[in-house]
C-alpha cells in the first residue's frame, strides 16, 4: 500500500470511534474472600474507518474479544464512549439498542459453537430475518436460498444441520447469517483461525468480494500478523487492555514503533509466499 | 429405529436378570411366610407342611421360578399368600393408586421446575437466584421424612385437610365431584411432599444445564442478531439443554412406582409401598417379587421413552 493511498485510506470518515474505554471484570476465587481484578479494556482510544478492513491485533487475553463484545453491543463498558454513526451508544439500554443491532454483526471463531446444532442451514439465516420481520414465508425461504448462494453454499443444502457441514462451510454459513440484516459493520473474531490456509484464502476471498458488493467496515481480530500484513487497511495492535499502536498497515508493518508488535511481527507463523499462493488457487 | 430396539431388546433382558435375582436374593433370606404359623400350637406341623406342598414352597429354586414364569405368561403374576389371591389384581390396584400420587407429584414438579430453573439460570447470582439457590439447598437438606412429620403436624393441627388415606369414610354416599374432590384433599398433603422432596434436583439441574448453554457462543450470536431473551430462552437455550433433562425425565418416569414408599406408608395411602412393606415383614414372596418387577418394568419404560424423547427432541440424535 502506498503512502497516497494510505492518506485517501485516512480521509475516510470513522464508523465507529472509540474514546476512554475500560471495563474491568472482578472475580473471587473459591473458598476465599480474596478478589481479584482482570482490566481487560484501560482507556481504549480507536477509530474505525467506514468501508475498511481493519485488523485488532495481539496475543492472547489481550482484551481483543471484549472490545468486539462491546462493539457488537453484547457487554457494556464500565466507562468510556463508543460512537458509531455519529451517534454516543454505549449508555443506550437494550430497548434503544435494538435497532442498531442489525447494522453491527458478528462472526465468531469457532462456527461449530456459534451456530445452533438443533437448526437447519435455512432456519439459522432465517432467524434473524424472520425475528427482524424482513420477510416471512415463501420469500423468507428464497430470501435464504439467495443468501446461502452469495457465500457459496447450494440452497440444495438448506434443510441440512450444522453438524453436516464442514468448517469453512459452516463459516460460509455463519457469514451469510451475519449479512442477512445489511449491516454495516461486521466484526470477525477470529473467524478465519482455525481453518487451514486453502479454506482460510477462500473465506478471505468471499469476504472481500463481500465488501465490496455492500460496501461492508470490518473489524478483523486476530492474533495472527502475518494474516493480516496482507489484507488490513489499518491495524490496531493490544497489549494488556490497551491499544498500543494503530495507523495504516504500512506504517504498523513497516515502522512497528512498539515492542508488542515488533514481537508479534517476530511471531509470523505462515509465509506470505505460501498465503498468497493459497489465496491465488480461492481465487480461480 | 434400530437403536430403540436395541433399547427394548436391553430392557428386557434387564427385567428377565432382575427376576431370577429377586428369587435368589428371597431363597438366602431365612424363614418364609409359613414359619410363624409353626409357632402356633392350634396349627398342626402337618398342616404347615401341606400348606408348603401346596404354595410349592418345598421345591427347589428352579422350579419355584419356573412356576412363576408360567403364571406371568397366565397373567396371575404369581400368588399371593396373605391375601390368598393372584399377585396381579393386588398389584394393578395398588399401582393405580401409587400412580395417582405419584403421577401428579412429578407432573407439579416439573411444571415447577422448569420456568424456576429457566428464570434463575437467566438472572445468575441475582437475589432471586440466591434465594432460589438456598430454597432448595434447604430442602435438599432436610429428610424427607422430616418434612412429611412437619407438613402432618400442621395439618394435624390446622384442620384444614385429612390426614390419612385415600379417601374419607363416607366416600360411598358422596357425588361424582364431591368423590374427586375428596381424593383430591387427601392427595394434597403426601403430593407436596413428594413435590418438595424432589424439586430442588429438578430446579438445580434445568438451573445448570441452562446456564452452561447460556453461555454457549451461538446464544451470544442470537443476541447479536437482536433476538429477544424470552425467545433465546424458550428458542434457543432450553431445547440445547433438553438431553440431561430428557434422562432426568426418563428417571422420573422410573421412579414413579418406587419413589413415594416412605411417603405412602406414613400416610397410609394404600399404594405399593404398604403393600410391598407388608408382604416383606410377612414373607410373601411373589407379592415381593411382583412390585420389584413393576418397579423395574417402569425403571425401563422410563429409559425407553427418555430414548423416544431424545430421538424426537434431537435432530443430532436422528442423524446418528
Known amino acids: 500500500m502506498g503512502t497516497e493511498q494510505a492518506t485517501r485510506l485516512a480521509r475516510k470518515p470513522a464508523l465507529f470511534k472509540m474514546r476512554g474505554l475500560s471495563k474491568r471484570y472482578v472475580q473471587r476465587r473459591p473458598f476465599s474472600r480474596k478478589k481479584f481484578v482482570i482490566d481487560a479494556l484501560v482507556e481504549v482510544a480507536l477509530e474505525i474507518p467506514s468501508a475498511c478492513l481493519t485488523a485488532l491485533v495481539g496475543e492472547s487475553g489481550s482484551g481483543k474479544s471484549t472490545l468486539a463484545g462491546c462493539l457488537a453491543l453484547l457487554e457494556k463498558p464500565d466507562a468510556g464512549e463508543i460512537w458509531f454513526e455519529g451517534q454516543e451508544i454505549s449508555r443506550l439500554n437494550d430497548a434503544k439498542l435494538d435497532p442498531l443491532r442489525h447494522k453491527i454483526q458478528m462472526v465468531f ?79 470477525l473474531d477470529e473467524s478465519l483461525s482455525g481453518l487451514d490456509l486453502s479454506t482460510q484464502a477462500q473465506i478471505l476471498n468471499l469476504l472481500l468480494d463481500l465488501q465490496a458488493a455492500h460496501e461492508l467496515t470490518y473489524l ?65 | 429405529m434400530r437403536y430403540l430396539e436395541r433399547r427394548f431388546v436391553h430392557g428386557v433382558l434387564l427385567l428377565i436378570s432382575v427376576s431370577i435375582f429377586c428369587f435368589l436374593l428371597s431363597e438366602l433370606a431365612p424363614g418364609s411366610f409359613f414359619d410363624e404359623m409353626r409357632l402356633n400350637p392350634q396349627i398342626s406341623p402337618e398342616t404347615v407342611a401341606a400348606l408348603r406342598v401346596q ?49 401428579v407429584a412429578m407432573a407439579l414438579a416439573w411444571l415447577l421446575a422448569i420456568p424456576i430453573g429457566v428464570w434463575t439460570a437467566s438472572l445468575p447470582g441475582k437475589p432471586v437466584d440466591r434465594l432460589s439457590m438456598a430454597g432448595t439447598s434447604f430442602l435438599l437438606a432436610v429428610p424427607e421424612i422430616v418434612l412429611l412429620l412437619g407438613f402432618l403436624y400442621f395439618v394435624v393441627r390446622t384442620h384444614i385437610l385429612p390426614v390419612g388415606g385415600m379417601v374419607s369414610v363416607d366416600f360411598d354416599d358422596l357425588g361424582l365431584g364431591a368423590k374427586i374432590l375428596d381424593v383430591v384433599r387427601h392427595l394434597i398433603v403426601p403430593a407436596t411432599v413428594l413435590v ?3 424439586l430442588p434436583i429438578l430446579v438445580r439441574h434445568v438451573r445448570a444445564s441452562m446456564i452452561e448453554i447460556l ?25 440445547a439443554a433438553a438431553n440431561p433433562l430428557i434422562s432426568l425425565f426418563g428417571l422420573s418416569v422410573a421412579g414413579l412406582l418406587s419413589g413415594s414408599l416412605l411417603v405412602e406408608v406414613m400416610t397410609g395411602w394404600p399404594g405399593l409401598g404398604p403393600l410391598l412393606l407388608e408382604a416383606s415383614m410377612s414373607r410373601d414372596l411373589y407379592v415381593v417379587v411382583g412390585v420389584v418387577m413393576a418397579s423395574t418394568s417402569f425403571m425401563v419404560l422410563g429409559n425407553l421413552l427418555a430414548d423416544v424423547m431424545l430421538v424426537v427432541a434431537d435432530p443430532r440424535v436422528r442423524t446418528d
Open chain 2, 215 to 239: 453461555g454457549s457462543p451461538f446464544i451470544e450470536a442470537a443476541r447479536g442478531h437482536g433476538i429477544s431473551p424470552a425467545r433465546i430462552l424458550f428458542r434457543y437455550a432450553l431445547p
Open chain 1, 220 to 284: 478483523l481480530i486476530s492474533h495472527d500478523l502475518s494474516l493480516v500484513a496482507q489484507i488490513a487497511d489499518f491495524i490496531a495492535v493490544m497489549h494488556e487492555g490497551r491499544i498500543v499502536e494503530q495507523g495504516p498497515r504500512q506504517e504498523v508493518i513497516g515502522h512497528p514503533g512498539q515492542t508488542q508488535t515488533r514481537e508479534l511481527l517476530n511471531s509470523i507463523r505462515v509465509s506470505e509466499v505460501a498465503f498468497q499462493a493459497a489465496r491465488a488457487g480461492g481465487r480461480s
Open chain 2, 55 to 103: 404354595y410349592g414352597l418345598d421345591r427347589p429354586l428352579p422350579a419355584r421360578y419356573a412356576y412363576w414364569v408360567k403364571s406371568v405368561v397366565h397373567g396371575e403374576w404369581g400368588y399371593s399368600f396373605a391375601y390368598n389371591s393372584p399377585v396381579r389384581g393386588l398389584l394393578l390396584q395398588r399401582a393405580r393408586n401409587t400412580l395417582a400420587l405419584t403421577g
Open chain 2, 196 to 198: 418438595f422432596a424432589s
Open chain 1, 109 to 187: 471463531q469457532d462456527s461449530a459453537g456459534a451456530l445452533n446444532p438443533r437448526f437447519s442451514a435455512a432456519e439459522i439465516i432465517a432467524e434473524p430475518l424472520e425475528v427482524q420481520g424482513r420477510a416471512s414465508g415463501q420469500k423468507l425461504r428464497n430470501l435464504t436460498c439467495e443468501l446461502m448462494e452469495e457465500v457459496g453454499l447450494s440452497p440444495d443444502w438448506a434443510d441440512r444441520r450444522t453438524l453436516e457441514f464442514s468448517g469453512g462451510q459452516r463459516q460460509r454459513l455463519a457469514i451469510a447469517r451475519a449479512i442477512a440484516l445489511k449491516p454495516s459493520f461486521l466484526i
